[in-house]
Every structure is written in structure tokens, then in C-alpha cells.
């Protein structure tokens, strides 16, 4: 599973982070084997951006960290309000 860098961009544009974890939707699969379409009611998964790991079911799966201006970008809630934060209007 994967996504494009402009729905990457856009998301961070919006303040929501995405991350690819081919481990993750490896696991995913070899679980839920014979299921396709994406979607799959599973156990809950956490994600801990300090470590840039995936929990699930006591496993860990590792994840390109986001660079700091992604990190930005999501702690502000997203370009439009970073920019209204940086003019002062926010």
C-alpha cells in the first residue's frame, strides 16, 4: 500500500500526517490472507512518531520519520492555519 507525494503533500497541507509501513500491511496480509480491497476491520494499531515505529498485535513496524517541516506542518494543524499563525492573524 502506498500513496502518491501529492496526496502526501495534501495531506500534510491539511495537518494529517501519512506514513508507509510495508511491514505493517505485509503482517496485515499474511493475518487476513484471501482479503483485498483494503480494507479490513483488524486490531487497533498505534503510532508513535518519537520512534517512527507502528505497534500491532505486539509487534513493532518501522517508518520513514517525517522531516521537520512535516512535523511542522502537522503540529499547526496544517498550512493554512501555520500561515495565519506566522501573519499574525491566526
Not at 20 to 31: D, F, K, N, Y
Not at 57 to 76: I, K, R
Amino acid at each position: 500500500a502506498s500513496f502518491s507525494e501529492t496526496y502526501g503533500r495534501n495531506a500534510l497541507n491539511n495537518g494529517l500526517p501519512c506514513v508507509e509501513c510495508p511491514g505493517l500491511v505485509e503482517a496485515l496480509h499474511q493475518r487476513y490472507p484471501g482479503v483485498s480491497g483494503g480494507t479490513v476491520r483488524a486490531p487497533e494499531v498505534e503510532i508513535d512518531f518519537e520512534r517512527s515505529v507502528v505497534g500491532c498485535e505486539g509487534m513493532e513496524f518501522g517508518f520513514t520519520p517525517l522531516s521537520p517541516v512535516a512535523q511542522e506542518l502537522v503540529a499547526m494543524g496544517g498550512a493554512e492555519l501555520m500561515t495565519r499563525t506566522a501573519l499574525g492573524a491566526g
